[in-house]
C-alpha cells in the first residue's frame, strides 16, 4: 500500500506539471513501442512512463576534464520526444516528488542512490570491471547493470492515478543476460 501512495503522490506531481495530461492518458504506449535514448553522452539509465514517450535520462556528471563531480554525481532532465526530442530541465516538483533523486557517498567511488518517489529500492552508483560508472540494482533478486524504468499507469484520474506495475530492465553483472522485473503496485 506505501507503494501505492508513493508512486500516487509522485505521478500526481507530474500531472499538475504537465497540461493536458488527462487527455493523454486515454493513448497509452506500449512498452516496447517507446524510443531508446540516443547519443546521451554518459547515460546510466532512463525512465518512462505512459501516457507518452517524453524519457527522463539519468546521465554521470563530468566536469570539463571527465571526472566525477562527488557532490552530484548523476544529473537528470527531460528528453520530451512527443517535442521533437527537446531537452529540458525537470522542474521543482518533479525532481523533488516524483522523478528526482537523492544521491550519498558510500567513500571509495560508490554512491547510493534512491529515488525521491521510492526509497526502499536502493540502487548503487560505482565503477565496473572496466573501470566505467555504473547503476547496480537488484532485478529478479541478480545483481544488474540498470537500464531502464517503466512505470504502467492503467487509468484512474489526474489526482489519483492507478499505477498497474513498474518494471525494471538491466544487464545481469555475471552473466550479460537482460532481467527484467515487475513490481506490482495496485489491484
Known amino acids: 500500500m506505501n507503494t ?3 508512486f500516487s503522490c509522485a505521478f500526481l506531481q507530474v500531472l499538475i506539471c504537465e497540461p493536458f495530461l488527462e487527455r493523454r492518458l486515454q493513448s497509452f504506449q506500449t512498452n516496447d513501442s517507446l524510443p531508446i535514448p540516443k547519443e ?9 512512463r505512459d501516457p507518452d514517450s517524453n524519457t527522463v535520462c539519468y ?3 563530468l566536469n570539463s576534464e571527465g571526472q566525477l563531480n562527488i557532490k552530484e554525481p548523476v544529473r537528470f532532465f527531460w528528453v520530451r520526444y512527443a517535442e521533437n526530442g527537446e531537452r529540458k530541465e525537470l522542474n521543482y516538483l518533479q525532481r523533488k516528488f516524483a522523478y528526482g533523486i537523492i544521491v550519498k557517498s558510500l567513500g571509495h567511488e560508490i554512491f547510493e542512490i534512491k529515488s525521491v518517489a521510492y526509497p526502499q529500492r536502493i ?3 560505482k565503477k ?3 573501470k566505467k560508472y555504473k547503476v547496480i540494482a537488484s532485478i529478479n533478486g541478480k545483481e544488474c547493470t540498470l537500464q531502464r524504468l517503466f512505470i504502467r499507469i492503467r487509468g484512474g484520474s489526474p489526482i489519483s492515478p492507478k499505477i498497474e506495475y513498474i518494471e525494471l530492465k538491466g544487464i545481469d553483472y555475471l552473466t550479460g543476460m537482460i532481467i527484467s522485473e515487475r513490481v506490482k503496485v495496485s489491484d
Open 59 to 61: 546521465t554521470l556528471n
Open 40 to 48: 546521451i553522452p554518459d547515460l546510466l539509465f532512463y525512465l518512462q
Open 128 to 130: 565496473n570491471n572496466e
Open 4 to 6: 501505492l501512495i508513493l
Open 123 to 125: 540502487l548503487y552508483l
